[in-house]
């Protein structure tokens, strides 16, 4: 049975909560692999490249908190660029560095995105293509992925993700949306993977 790899984050800065970890540890599937992965710049890369050896998926969707996005939202593109408004969870700040000194400035998602996006708001969940994954950790783990899997056939990319109901009072006045929704849009996509993979 082929695999699928999600991942997900742990709580970073000041929160208690992130929503891509709680989808994670939610979603049900004999063929799915899922971690949750170190806020950390070079750890959480290295440990996805470890993942993907180790399981040989053939998908893999990473998951992310995106703060102000009231939608699920499957990044297109990752940039070649670490620029950390605030310190990671072991308090690296990298300002400006090419993630890939000899990469190119941007890798496209491999994964049927606009597909993802009609399907999930079909189910009545809110959905839509983004264009920046910015540049924490997030994009780090994108464009990573993107240019390990350059070569292969395995489809890959990256989805941010609301923050969630829970997290209404860390974060006052900012969308959110239930887990149990985010899950089923994550399960939604991970279905469409699993047509376009078999």
């Given at each position: 049975?082929?695999k699928?790899?999600?991942?997900?984050?742990?709580?970073?800065?000041?929160?208690?909560?992130?929503p891509?970890?709680e989808?994670?540890?939610?979603?049900?599937?004999?063929d799915?692999?899922?971690?949750?992965?170190?806020?950390?710049?070079?750890?959480?890369?290295?440990?996805?490249?470890?993942l993907?050896?180790?399981?040989k998926?053939?998908a893999?969707?990473?998951?992310?908190?995106?703060?102000?996005?009231?939608?699920?939202?499957?990044?297109?593109?990752?940039?070649n660029?670490?620029?950390?408004?605030?310190?990671?969870?072991?308090?690296?700040?990298?300002?400006?560095?090419?993630?890939?000194?000899?990469?190119?400035?941007?890798?496209?998602?491999?994964?049927p995105?606009?597909?993802?996006?009609?399907?999930?708001?079909?189910?009545?969940?809110?959905?839509?293509?983004?264009?920046?994954?910015?540049?924490?950790?997030?994009?780090?783990?994108f464009?990573?992925?993107?240019?390990?899997?350059?070569?292969?056939?395995?489809?890959?990319?990256?989805?941010?993700?609301?923050?969630m109901?829970?997290?209404?009072?860390e974060?006052p006045?900012?969308?959110?949306?239930?887990?149990?929704?985010?899950?089923?849009?994550?399960?939604?996509?991970?279905?469409?993977?699993?047509?376009?993979?078999?």
């Amino acid at each position: 049975m082929s695999k699928i790899l999600v991942t997900g984050f742990e709580p970073f800065a000041t929160s208690s909560l992130n929503p891509s970890g709680e989808i994670v540890k939610a979603l049900i599937g004999d063929d799915l692999v899922t971690a949750i992965l170190p806020v950390v710049f070079g750890q959480a890369s290295a440990q996805l490249r470890e993942l993907i050896d180790l399981h040989k998926p053939s998908a893999v969707l990473c998951l992310g908190q995106a703060e102000g996005r009231s939608a699920m939202t499957p990044e297109r593109i990752a940039i070649n660029l670490d620029n950390a408004r605030i310190a990671d969870n072991a308090g690296n700040q990298p300002l400006e560095q090419k993630i890939n000194a000899d990469g190119p400035d941007g890798h496209f998602s491999t994964l049927p995105i606009e597909k993802m996006v009609a399907s999930m708001k079909a189910a009545g969940i809110p959905a839509s293509i983004s264009l920046s994954a910015g540049t924490f950790v997030c994009n780090h783990i994108f464009y990573v992925l993107q240019d390990y899997l350059k070569d292969s056939p395995i489809k890959s990319g990256f989805m941010h993700v609301p923050l969630m109901d829970e997290q209404r009072k860390e974060f006052p006045n900012l969308p959110t949306m239930p887990v149990r929704q985010m899950v089923a849009g994550v399960q939604i996509s991970l279905d469409l993977l699993r047509v376009e993979t078999t």
